[in-house]
């Protein structure tokens, strides 16, 4: 079984769609926001995954990373990411797709390499095969997976509620700040005798 080779095509750096567009943990937007030049325009974030706690406040636990067109960090004559080290898991994990809270790991028709390698899809259905033809790209999916899965563990240990309508939303809070912060969770934990200083991931 052949392993995904990137093309290095434009397809995955350009959008058209907002639902095209990489999903985000409220870390990852924090850390593409710190590298955002002034003045881009193209670019925005958009609560994805909301939820409400019992004083009202909204708490996202992923976003939508809406980009018109290419995207700012997208080098166009070299055709590669310039920020490559740093890039979202969303970004890492292409041409992979991950459903939450299913895990239900998909691979995108976007892609030239799928494109080119309709034949093999009908293989790619076992989690070892996929490991083994997406091996980095696998890994950044799992990654995801445990990184969501934990948010919502906290989220069900904190009685969170979901909430579909944002609009009566006066105020967002990450929900890494919002577990850390005056709310409650990690405070409460301490007083009830548990590792204080336990991280979210
Ligand atoms: S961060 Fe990099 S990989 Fe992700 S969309 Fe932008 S240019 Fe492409
Ligand atoms: S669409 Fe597929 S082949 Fe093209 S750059 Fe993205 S991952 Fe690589």
């Known amino acids: 079984m052949p392993k995904f080779v ?8 350009f959008f058209r769609d907002p639902i ?17 030049e002034d003045g881009e325009t193209n670019t925005s974030f958009e609560p ?5 706690d019992s004083k009202g406040v909204c708490i996202v636990t992923l976003y939508r990373w809406v980009i018109r067109g290419f ?23 292409f041409p992979l797709l991950v459903e939450v809270p299913s895990g239900k790991v998909m691979i995108s028709s976007k892609c030239l390499w799928t ?11 076992r989690p070892e095969v996929i490991a083994h033809v997406f091996p980095s790209e696998f890994t950044a999916a799992v990654t995801v997976l445990q990184q969501y899965n934990s948010i919502l563990e906290a989220v069900r ?11 009566s939303c006066k105020l967002f809070v990450d929900v890494d700040s919002y577990m850390v912060g005056d709310y409650g969770w990690r405070e409460r934990r301490k007083e009830e005798g548990e590792e204080g200083d336990k991280t979210l991931l």
């Not at 960090?73 to 994990?93: G, N, S, T, W």
Request: with cysteine.
């Open 6 to 13: 990137c093309y290095h095509c434009i397809y995955c750096c």
């Open 20 to 36: 095209e567009c990489p999903v985000l943990f409220p870390w990852e937007k924090r850390v593409i926001e710190d590298l955002l």
């Open 48 to 52: 994805l995954e909301v939820w409400r």
């Open 71 to 93: 995207c700012p960090f997208y080098d166009i004559v070299m055709r590669r990411c310039k920020i490559h080290e740093m890039k979202p898991l969303a970004c890492q994990m």
């Open 115 to 125: 494109k080119k390698n309709q034949k093999l899809l009908k293989e790619l259905r």
């Open 157 to 167: 240990e904190e009685k969170l509620v979901r909430v579909n309508d944002f609009s």
